[in-house]
């Protein structure tokens, strides 16, 4: 699978060769993304079989929704999440984003339960949930919610945000 349009219209804010980390990477395929752009990237998931090893992307096996956040603060450029919320990491990935970082964030949100999975209110956004969170505290580049026909139709919100301080 390739990588969410939206990531790759925001990856080039990420300072060259600055390291990636890529939040619940799943296969990896936005991991493979910024390591063939020449970042080195850690990719982090609680099930790392399906990640494929290669040059420039670290893999990290770590239960995001259950333990201490497994990663050093304050040291990416880019912080990649896609299809993913588990809203007490929010903090945890602010804190992750050198000065001058970049967030690129992109789930699924309230009705999307009209698709398919996931309908269960814990894992969809709520309306503006992320710029109301990350807009307060980091520099919002792009923001977008509602619904999209591809890859498949689902209801989203995105967020594109670099840390200024």
Known sequence: MDASGWVVRHAPLVPPGGVVLDVATGSGRHAAYFADRGHPVVAVDRDTAHVRPRDRIRVVRADLEDGAWPLAAGV??????????????????????????????????????????????????????????????????????????????AVVQRICAVRSE
């Open 76 to 153: 990416f450029s880019g912080v990649v999440v896609a299809n993913y919320l588990w809203r007490p990491l929010f903090e945890d990935l602010l804190g992750a984003l050198n000065p001058g970082g970049v967030l690129i964030y992109e789930t699924f949100a309230a009705g999307n339960e009209r698709f398919g999975k996931p309908s269960n209110p814990a894992y969809l956004l709520c309306e503006n949930e992320l710029i109301a969170f990350f807009g307060q505290r980091l520099r919002v580049e792009a923001f977008e919610q509602g619904q999209i026909s591809a890859p498949r139709a």
